[in-house]
Nanobody, 128 residues
Framework: QVQLVESGGGSARAGDSLRLSCSTS????????ISWFREGAGKDREFVAG????????AYADSVKGRFTISRDTSMSTVYLQMNSLDPEDTAVYLC?????????????????????WGQGTQVTVSS
């Protein structure tokens, strides 16, 4: 069972930066793709960014490209989402998701159905 623990959410002003963290067990970290999704009030859950277990390939939603950076620290079994130039439109609950260790595809999925494990979510609120 892959467990994901998120941290780092909070409140920010437009233009500020925040960093989210998603930690899991060392046992699975090198075998899973981890992505961030977000769910704004009254909106569907959407893909934000993902990083593959294989050579750390990454992918971003167009809305965050150039502002957000996803990275992974193998020594800490943690994936980070660095969010710069925050905009009120970024306000949402951010959720960390992981694929099954049995699914070794290097492709970074952009739909919820491609992920088997989810964190509890962390709120990010950006004011203008």
């Amino acid at each position: 069972q892959v467990q994901l623990v998120e941290s780092g959410g909070g409140s920010a002003r437009a233009g500020d930066s925040l960093r989210l963290s998603c930690s899991t067990s060392r046992r699975f970290f090198s075998m899973i793709t981890i992505s961030w999704f977000r769910e704004g009030a009254g909106k569907d859950r959407e893909f934000v960014a993902g990083i593959s277990w294989r050579k750390g390939g990454d992918a971003y939603a167009d809305s965050v490209k150039g502002r957000f950076t996803i990275s992974r620290d193998t020594s800490m079994s943690t994936v980070y989402l660095q969010m710069n130039s925050l905009d009120p439109e970024d306000t949402a609950v951010y959720l960390c998701a992981a694929t099954s260790p049995l699914n070794r595809t290097p492709v970074i999925g952009r739909t919820q159905a491609e992920y088997n494990y989810w964190g509890q979510g962390t709120q990010v609120t950006v004011s203008s």
